[in-house]
């Protein structure tokens, strides 16, 4: 269940960035990076329910026990069979036995999906960090750190292998999974202080001690913004790198054209102006080229910025998810 916050989201709004810059997204769930792509696919297609205590309670089957959907099929399908054979045939086996065959096949077909339900809803609760677990602090903290993955792993110069050292999906999704671990865990803490808070009058050392977790609260979302900072400066430098290698592909396919040109010059002025002309085209290009070569410099140097500090966030145990 989303908790609402009034703590500032950020210097960044969705619908306020500038050219270059990584735009905030509205959230979507984060997984671990350890499932594989199909549960991913599938968590993000959910429409999950949640209880008054924030706990996961309804989800779409078909998560990480998709493989079992044929079996349970099947069963329904028997069963179906079953009936139809007790219409057609009664009297081979005996209406009874078709019968006991369908209830057979329907009880076990809607015991797979069950089993199968249950075990998404565990794996989720575990697996899964949903936008609605989050304030909206969290949320647009989170949104930001998924803008800003999303450019990077849409970048044209990455999937042309254009840069020197990229950050691998791996490691960006690691990124995306501790940062929502984190703000899961500061939503919840979060929250907790504020119903301490808002309780009796406080003596001074009570109000020590909430000064001192709302402190901590504080350093722990610095912390975060400071890794999320990270990544929407790499992907700035990724949007540049795009821009400028888009903008060398322009240059170069125009390029082609500098022969009609010159020819053109070459017709109408001396042979020293068009030398001129045929420089000065010359370095134009050169001048577009070595633009490109550093736009993928600098995103090279923000990817290795970004890859060195792998500090491994610890999620805490016994949280429900």
Not at 12 to 23: C, D, K, L, N, R
Not at 194 to 213: C, I, Y
Request: aromatic content about 4%.
């Amino acid at each position: 269940m989303a908790i609402a916050s009034s703590t500032p989201g950020g210097p960044w709004q969705s619908g306020a960035a500038e050219s270059g810059t990584p735009v905030p997204r509205k959230p979507v769930p984060a997984c671990d990076p350890q499932m594989p792509p199909s549960f991913r696919r599938w968590a993000l297609s959910q429409r999950p329910c949640f209880d008054s205590r924030g706990n996961l309670v309804v989800l779409t089957p078909g998560g990480s026990s998709r493989g079992v959907r044929p079996a349970a099929a099947c069963c329904w399908l028997l069963a179906i069979a079953c009936i139809v054979l007790l219409f057609a045939d009664p009297l081979s086996p005996g209406p009874v036995a078709w019968l006991a065959a369908a209830a057979a096949a329907a009880i076990s077909g809607a015991t797979v999906q069950h089993r199968s339900s249950r075990h998404d809803l565990q794996l989720s609760r575990s697996k899964v960090i949903f936008p609605e677990n989050l304030d909206e602090t969290c949320g647009t903290l989170l949104g930001r750190a998924q803008g800003a993955i999303g450019i990077i792993l849409g970048s044209h110069v990455r999937a042309a292998g254009l840069l020197g050292t990229p950050v691998d999906d791996t490691l960006l999704r690691l990124h995306e999974w501790e940062i929502a671990d984190k703000l899961r865990e500061i939503t919840r803490l979060r929250a907790l202080l504020t119903t301490n808070t808002l309780g009796t009058p406080h003596g001074p050392m009570t109000a020590d001690v909430l000064r001192a977790q709302q402190r901590a609260i504080e350093l722990a979302q610095q912390g975060t913004t400071s890794r999320i900072l990270a990544l929407e400066r790499y992907a700035s430098q990724i949007i540049a790198a795009d821009d400028a290698e888009r903008d060398w592909q322009q240059a170069t396919r125009l390029s082609t054209l500098n022969d009609e040109y010159l020819d053109l010059v070459a017709r109408t002025a001396s042979d020293d102006h068009a030398a001129d002309e045929i420089e000065n085209l010359t370095e134009q290009l050169a001048t577009v080229a070595r633009t490109r070569s550093d736009r993928l410099h600098d995103a090279d140097l923000a990817a290795t910025a970004l890859a060195l500090p792998q500090i491994r966030f610890q999620p805490s145990s016994g949280h429900p998810g």
